[in-house]
C-alpha cells in the first residue's frame, strides 16, 4: 500500500468563530528557546523597562529566532524554567505595566516583490511553524541555511527548486481548529502573506486546502489572473492527513523522502493559514510575533474554543480565562491530544509553536499506566500512514534495542499517534518512539 494510505478517521470538532477572551496576566515568561535552533541571546537585563513588541533576545544563529515582549513592563528576572517543549531553560521574566499595544512601526511601506527584504522582514519578526518540532520560518524560506537530503542509495544532494506553494486551512489535528476558524472570517494580513510566500518562493502554482466555507481563500484564488491558485478540499476528520508530509502526498501525490526529506526536496513549500498571516503581518506591518492562537478544550474545561494568548503566558491563566475546570482534569496536554506534550506544572509558559492547551478528563485519555503485553493483534499495522510495524518496533524499543528499532523503520515514523490510538493493549508506542529516537540522537551527539 502507497504512503499515507492509511490513518484514522475522527470526529472533528467543528469550528467556532467565538473566540474565548484572552488572559492578561500580570507578567510573561519568555524562554529564550522558541525553536529547535540555538536559544536567543537577552539583550536585556533585570530592572530594564521595555516596551510592548521590544525586542528582549537576539537570534544567534539562522535556525533560532529573536524574542520580543508582548506587553510594556520591567524585566524582573532572568533564570531557567521548565518549557513548553518538556526540557529546561532559560526564560526572561516581564513584569506588566498593564499596556500592550505597541508603538507604530518606523516604516511599514515595502515593495512586496524583492524577496530579501521580505525575509528579512520575518526574521525580524521571529515567526516560528507550529508543531512539535518549531522551525524558524525565515530559516525555512532560506534553503542556503537549511541541510540538504541527500538521496539514500547515491548519496547525491536532493536540489530541487519550488513549483508548489500550499496554504492550507486545515488543522494538523482533528480537534484543533485554529486554521478553521480563521479561514472562516477576513484576515487582514492574509492577501498580504500569501503574496510574499509566493514572491520568495517563486512559485509557479499556490494550492489552497480547505474543509467548509473560506470566503476569503476562495476569493483570493478567484482573484488570481494568472488562474494559478486553487483550492482543494479535503476532510479534516481523516488523520493524519494535515500533517505536511500526508497532506504534501494528498494534493500533490509527492513523497518527501522519509526519514530526513523536507518538502521543498519535492518541489513544495507549506504553510498553514496562522502562520501565513504572521507572515503578512510581518512583512507589511513590521509586526513580531508576540501572540498566538490556540485551541483550548478538553472534557475538563468550563468552555472550550480559539484564544488569542500573549507568547509567555502560563498554562494557569489560560486555564483560568477558559472559566477553569468543569470535571476532575486527568491530564493536561499542550498541543493537539494525540500529538501533544502532557505537562504536569501549570505555570508552564506557552510558546510561539504551541497550537492548542486540553484539559482532559479519566475518560478522555489512555492510562498508560496498566499497559498489557502486545497481543499481534496487527491493528496498529493497518493504521500507520508510512507502513510501518509499530508493535514490533515498540518490543525493541522497549527492550532499549534502539539500532535494532531504527533498522525497523524507527526514524520514518513521524509520530502521528494513530497506532496509539487504536492499540487495544493501551501500550505507549509513540511515548516509547520518542524516548528510542532521543537516545538514538544522544548516541549520535555524543
Ligand atoms: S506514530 Fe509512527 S508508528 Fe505509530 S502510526 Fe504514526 S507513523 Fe506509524
Ligand atoms: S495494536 Fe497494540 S496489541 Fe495490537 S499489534 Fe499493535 S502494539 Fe500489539
Redesign the pocket.
Known amino acids: 500500500m502507497g504512503l499515507f494510505a492509511?490513518g484514522i478517521t475522527l470526529k472533528a470538532v467543528v469550528p467556532t468563530a467565538s473566540h474565548l477572551a484572552s488572559p492578561l496576566p500580570p507578567q510573561v515568561v519568555l524562554p529564550l528557546k522558541q525553536t529547535i535552533g540555538a536559544p536567543a541571546e537577552p539583550c536585556v537585563a533585570p530592572g530594564d523597562t521595555v516596551a510592548a513588541g521590544a525586542l528582549i533576545a537576539r537570534a544567534p544563529e539562522p535556525a533560532s529566532v529573536p524574542v520580543h515582549t508582548p506587553f510594556s513592563g520591567t524585566v524582573k528576572e532572568i533564570g531557567e524554567v521548565l518549557t513548553a517543549q518538556g526540557t529546561a531553560g532559560t526564560a526572561v521574566t516581564i513584569e506588566g505595566d498593564g499596556t500592550d499595544t505597541a508603538p507604530a512601526p518606523p516604516d511599514p511601506e515595502l515593495d512586496a516583490r524583492d524577496p530579501e527584504e521580505l525575509i528579512s522582514r520575518i526574521r525580524e519578526a521571529g515567526i516560528v511553524t507550529p508543531g512539535l518540532m518549531p522551525r524558524s520560518v525565515a530559516a525555512e524560506l532560506s534553503p542556503g541555511e537549511q541541510p540538504t537530503t541527500h538521496l539514500t542509495v547515491t548519496h547525491r544532494p536532493i536540489v530541487k527548486a519550488i513549483d508548489t506553494l500550499i496554504i492550507s486551512a486545515l488543522d494538523a489535528e482533528p480537534l484543533l481548529m485554529v486554521n478553521r476558524v480563521l479561514a472562516q472570517s477576513p484576515q487582514e494580513h492574509l492577501a498580504a502573506g500569501v503574496a510574499a510566500l509566493r514572491a520568495i518562493t517563486r512559485a509557479g502554482k499556490v494550492i489552497i486546502v480547505v474543509d467548509g466555507p473560506a470566503p476569503q481563500l476562495r476569493d483570493l484564488a478567484a482573484s488570481d489572473e494568472r488562474e494559478t491558485t486553487t483550492v482543494v478540499s479535503r476532510s479534516a476528520r481523516r488523520y493524519?492527513l494535515a500533517l505536511p508530509i500526508p497532506l504534501i502526498k494528498a494534493v500533490t501525490g509527492r513523497e518527501v523522502p522519509l526519514p530526513y526529506g523536507h518538502p521543498r526536496d519535492v518541489g513544495v513549500a507549506l504553510f498553514d493559514l496562522a502562520t501565513t498571516c504572521a507572515i503578512g503581518a510581518a512583512v507589511t506591518a513590521r509586526r513580531p510575533q508576540t501572540e498566538i492562537m490556540i485551541t483550548v478544550g478538553g472534557g475538563a474545561l468550563t468552555t472550550t474554543g480559539v484564544m488569542t494568548v500573549k507568547i509567555g503566558t502560563p498554562i494557569t491563566a489560560v486555564l483560568e480565562a477558559a472559566g477553569g475546570y468543569a470535571a476532575d482534569p486527568a491530564k493536561l496536554v499542550v498541543g493537539g491530544p494525540l500529538t501533544g506534550m502532557a505537562h504536569y506544572d501549570t505555570a508552564v509558559p506557552l510558546t510561539k509553536e504551541v497550537t492548542g492547551l486540553f484539559a482532559l478528563t479519566a475518560r478522555e485519555i489512555t492510562l498508560t499506566a496498566g499497559y498489557r503485553e502486545c497481543i499481534n493483534c496487527g491493528r496498529?499495522v493497518a493504521?500507520?500512514?508510512?507502513n510501518?510495524v509499530?508493535g514490533m518496533?515498540s518490543l525493541y524499543c522497549a527492550k532499549e534495542r534502539f539500532d535494532a528499532a531504527a533498522h525497523q523503520g524507527l526514524l520514518?515514523?513521524?509520530?502521528?499517534?494513530?497506532?496509539?490510538y487504536v492499540c487495544p493493549s493501551r501500550r505507549p508506542?509513540?511515548h516509547l518512539?520518542r524516548h528510542a529516537k532521543h537516545q538514538l540522537r544522544e548516541g549520535a551527539s555524543s
Open positions: 492509511r493524519p496498529c493504521v500507520c500512514p508510512v510501518l509499530p518496533l520514518t515514523c513521524i509520530e502521528c499517534g494513530c497506532c496509539d508506542l509513540v518512539f
